[in-house]
């Protein structure tokens, strides 16, 4: 079974889209949960903030990680 970085679909390796698709939802994570628990009229607290913003870094991360490992394959 070849790496998973060295597949291509339209021209991108499978590794490449999936580290731009962490990274975009590190940014949604980051930005909708804050506007939907705002919508619903929910005070937002500090550890919710927190807690949503540390899954948001995760993803983040998980993306950096893979584009990272991707170019050095």
Not at 7 to 33: D, I, P, Y
Not at 40 to 49: G, I, P, R
Request: aromatic letters at 10%; hydrophobic letters at 55%.
């Amino acid at each position: 079974m070849p790496p998973l970085g060295s597949h291509q679909v339209e021209g991108k390796t499978v590794a490449e889209m999936l580290g731009e698709f962490l990274r975009e939802v590190a940014a949604l994570v980051a930005v909708f949960s804050i506007l939907d628990k705002l919508v619903q009229e929910h005070a937002v607290s500090w550890t919710w903030l927190l807690s949503a913003w540390s899954i948001s870094l995760a993803f983040l991360v998980g993306g950096i990680v893979i584009e990272r490992w991707r170019k050095k394959a």
